[in-house]
């Protein structure tokens, strides 16, 4: 049973920086997912932030955190790594750990909620302007 362990975010002033982990058991040895962040905030849908895949340097960044928002992955540590600088208060949100199953590399990145099997329980991100 796969299980997602998220750490880090918190409340910052705008403009500040914050960094969320999230690292992955229970995969099949060798196998490849896509891992990704998903946020929610208050009123709004969820959306998917940025995201990997774990087997090749395929990246997603969402238009909203491009050039401020950096995501990267510790393959051996099935950790995901969200940097995010340059804070707004509209990114406030519960920020989302999501993998798939073990899949391969598909030619659009997935974007869509129904596609992410595992979920972590979610963790705030509060930004004051």
């Known amino acids: 049973q796969v299980q997602l362990v998220e750490s880090g975010g918190g409340s910052v002033q705008a403009g500040g920086s914050l960094r969320l982990t999230c690292v992955a058991s229970?995969?099949?040895?060798?196998?490849?997912?896509?891992m990704t962040w998903f946020r929610q905030g208050p009123g709004n849908s969820r959306e998917l932030v940025a995201g990997?895949?774990?087997?090749?340097?395929?990246?997603y960044y969402a238009d909203s955190v491009k050039g401020r928002f950096t995501i990267s992955q510790d393959r051996a540590k099935s950790t995901l790594i969200l940097q995010m600088s340059s804070l707004k208060p509209d990114d406030t949100a519960v920020y989302y750990c999501?993998?798939?199953?073990?899949?391969?590399?598909?030619?659009?990145?997935?974007?869509?909620?129904?596609?992410?099997?595992?979920w972590g329980p979610g963790t705030q991100v509060t930004v004051s302007s």
């Open positions: 990997v895949f774990t087997g090749a340097d395929d990246k």
């Open positions: 229970g995969y099949p040895s060798n196998s490849d997912y896509y």
């Open positions: 999501a993998t798939t199953a073990p899949a391969n590399m598909a030619s659009w990145f997935p974007r869509a909620e129904g596609r992410y099997r595992n």
